[in-house]
C-alpha cells in the first residue's frame, strides 16, 4: 500500500473533492468571471512549470525524485535555489488553479490542507533523511533556501 502514499495520489483526491465541490455543490457561489479562468490557467501552468524545472534537475544530477528514498544528491541548483520543494509547490499551485478555474469557491480551504498533508506526509521525513544524509550541507542551504517560497 506505500505506493498509494505519494504526493501525485493526494493531489487527486484534493482534487476529486474540489470538482465535486464544483459541480455538486456549488452553493450559489462564484469567483466572478474571467479573471478566475485566467488566474487559475497561470497557476495550473506555473505548477506544472516548477514541477518540470525540478524534474530536469533530478535528472541532470542523477538521483531520485521518489518521496520515500533519500537522494543521493543534494540538489541546490536550478529552481532549488529559490524553493526546496519545487514539485509540492506546483502542486499546491495546481490545486488552487483548478479551484479558481472550476469556480470551487467552498473548495478553497482545501488549499492549506493540502499544503499541511504535504508538509507531514512528505516534507519532513524527507528533509530528517537529507538531514541525517548530508548534514551541514543540507543545514546551510535550509538556512538560505526557505522551504515553500
Do not use: C
Request: net charge positive; proline share 6%.
Amino acid at each position: 500500500m506505500k505506493w498509494i502514499d505519494i504526493p501525485p495520489v493526494w493531489l487527486a483526491a484534493f482534487l476529486a473533492a474540489a470538482w465535486v465541490q464544483s459541480s455538486r455543490f456549488p452553493m450559489g457561489l462564484t469567483f466572478g468571471g474571467a479573471w478566475s479562468d485566467f488566474a487559475g490557467g497561470l497557476l495550473v501552468g506555473g505548477g506544472l512549470l516548477l514541477m518540470l524545472l525540478a524534474l530536469m534537475e533530478f535528472r541532470r544530477h542523477k538521483t531520485t525524485a521518489v518521496p520515500h528514498h533519500t537522494p543521493s544528491t543534494l540538489i541546490q541548483s536550478g529552481i532549488f535555489r529559490r524553493t526546496r520543494n519545487p514539485i509540492y509547490l506546483g502542486d499546491a499551485l495546481i490545486l488552487a488553479g483548478l479551484i479558481l478555474r472550476w469556480d470551487a469557491v467552498l473548495a478553497l480551504p482545501l488549499v492549506p490542507i493540502f499544503i499541511w498533508v504535504i508538509e507531514k506526509r512528505f516534507i519532513i521525513p524527507e528533509e530528517d533523511r537529507m538531514r541525517r544524509t548530508f548534514r551541514a550541507d543540507f543545514a546551510r542551504y535550509a538556512s538560505k533556501v526557505r522551504r515553500w517560497v
